[in-house]
């Protein structure tokens, strides 16, 4: 006989799965939960200060919402988050608010600190365990929950601000905001690594205390970015070892581990090396969320997309890619389409309206729709984050799924990579300029190949898929990509120095600058010199 937990866990996940199994598919009720989604949004909001400064009305019909309240940006909002973070009430949303997920993004050059009201907080809550409910219902059974679900994410501890006044505020990196949101019935049966581990600074100490906690744990689901899940899977067959039980793969330290879920970033050149570590039927499930709210988990095959989570409280609304203009920002919000208009194949500019007080803001990430009915997506990239030195065009998702096809393809394996612009250069012989790849390969590659053999074979990938950048190559504007391959560790120096190692921490894959390349090749140069 089960114990009274696990008995509960069983019952409550049987009960989950199959409603989520019904809600999955009910097609064609989007567009309807969406627009209801807004309409309580325009009532909630529409006595905040910000509502009644951007002419949020209750009861404002879709034409008017689109004509009349103006897209918005962390630029813009910053000020009014100054002050919720001082104490003030009813700015942007209805309250006070005591809690912000602090992030650097992927893009900006300064932290950003987001408001997480409790609205958001049970957005949050919400969002996560349908995530995984997805999953349930398309492997076709809850096995993921009869084991512990071990979350590695950035510390759970919550800092308090300083210069709040009498009202404290708080701020939290999101990983951690959501494992702290959770049910506590749930953290204590369900989630490890437990509360002490769980609250301890992020950094390597942080990491070994979980591979100690966990290596002897039941583990059927892991959760992370894949950056960080192989990061902690080093470590944990490296503490079972030292405990006298050699492993090569995670499934043979956890045997009932199922499902590793990611996000944060595409998982495309992670991938091979992630199934390598986590070893023969552990299957990968994919989210798509950011700190400012949950956005889609994938519930059908890769190739499929993300179904868009449309039933979570944000209203999204879509804005073509070919149309957007921070130029001519004030007529953009009669352009941007709901859910009900967008069509597949084309990209678009995500905008996102939440409980956090967010409206119309322009999240920065590039979608496009695989389908419609039902909503699925995939992420392209973001606005600030392509190249098109010569009018190319080429995405984040194009750098990335060209890297991983040629890396698939000859078995190489990617710590991280970047890709900037380099302009024509005497030294090359040419005048014309070309993408520099800056490529990190995992140490004891076989067969290591060298850059100009890695970039023919990605330039040639490129092309296939991206003919604005095949047009350029065969016109001679655009010369053929460079290739660096740079010693292990170049990459985390590099994020160390920038304070962006660790946690939930990300890499830039492209920019339209020089400024991550040029600090590279400082980083290069110095370790060419010892």
């Known amino acids: 006989m089960l114990p009274f937990s696990e008995s509960v866990l069983e019952f409550g996940a049987s009960f989950l799965i199959a409603r989520a199994r019904r809600a999955l598919k009910a097609q064609g009720q989007e567009s309807l939960t969406q627009e209801k989604c807004r309409c309580e949004w325009v009532k909630r909001a529409a006595g905040t200060e910000y509502g ?76 996560g365990q349908d995530a995984v409910l997805y999953y349930a219902v398309r492997t076709g059974g809850g096995a993921i929950f009869r084991g512990k679900h071990l979350l590695f994410g950035t510390s759970t501890a919550r800092l308090q601000m300083e210069g709040g006044g009498e009202h404290a505020a708080y701020v939290a990196e999101l990983s951690g905001i959501m494992v702290s949101s959770l049910h506590p019935w749930i953290k204590n049966h369900l989630c490890l690594p437990g509360r002490e581990v769980a609250e301890m600074p992020d950094g390597e100490e942080r990491v070994l205390a979980i591979a100690q906690r966990c290596v002897g744990g039941d583990i059927t689901m892991l959760a992370g970015i894949p950056g960080g899940v192989l990061r902690l899977a080093e470590a944990v067959l490296q503490e079972s070892a030292r405990q006298g039980r050699p492993a090569a793969t995670l499934k043979e330290v956890w045997p009932s581990l199922e499902c590793v879920i990611h996000g944060g970033v595409p998982v495309g050149p992670y991938a091979s090396e992630l199934w390598q570590r986590c070893g023969e039927g552990v299957k990968l499930h994919e989210i798509y969320l950011a700190a400012e709210g949950f956005i889609a988990a994938q519930d059908a095959e890769p190739f499929m997309g993300l179904r868009l989570m449309t039933d979570q409280g944000i209203f999204y609304e879509f804005l073509p890619l070919a149309d957007f203009d921070l130029q001519s920002e004030e007529s953009l919000g009669a352009k ?6 967008v069509k597949s194949g084309v990209d678009y500019v995500l905008l996102l309206t939440t409980s956090a007080g ?4 322009v999240l920065g990430d590039v979608v496009r729709f695989i389908s419609t009915e039902p909503p699925r997506l995939v992420y392209v990239g973001r606005t600030e984050l392509q190249l098109s030195m010569v009018g190319e065009r080429v995405s984040e998702k194009e750098l990335t799924d060209v890297l991983s096809t040629v890396c698939r393809r000859q078995g190489w394996q990617v710590v991280n990579f970047h890709v900037a612009p380099k302009f024509g ?42 003919p604005g950048y095949a047009a350029r190559r065969i016109e001679g504007r655009l010369g053929e990509p460079l290739v660096r391959l740079v010693m292990p560790g170049i990459f985390e120096h590099w994020q160390r120095g920038e304070g962006r190692w660790g946690g ?20 290069t140069r110095f370790y060419d010199s010892d």
């Open 52 to 127: 009644k400064l951007h002419g949020v009305e209750a009861g404002m019909s879709l034409a008017d919402w689109r004509e009349r309240v103006t897209l918005s940006h962390y630029e813009s909002l910053a000020p009014y988050i100054k002050r919720m973070m001082n104490g003030e009430v009813g700015v942007l949303w209805p309250g006070r608010c005591d809690l912000f997920a602090v992030t650097s993004g992927t893009t900006e050059k300064w932290t950003k600190y987001l408001p997480v009201t409790r609205e958001m907080q049970a957005h949050f809550r919400r969002a």
């Open 336 to 341: 941007a389409v709901t859910i009900a208009e």
């Open 358 to 361: 967010l409206c119309r803001y």
């Open 425 to 466: 250069d005497a030294e090359f012989g040419s005048k014309r300029g070309c993408h520099e790849w800056w490529l990190e390969l995992r140490p004891g590659t076989e067969a290591t190949p060298t850059g100009p053999v890695i970039a023919a074979q990605l330039d040639a990938e490129l092309q296939l898929i991206n």
């Open 504 to 523: 939930q921490q990300m890499i830039l894959r492209c920019r339209g600058d020089r400024e991550i390349a040029d600090a590279l090749a400082k980083l």
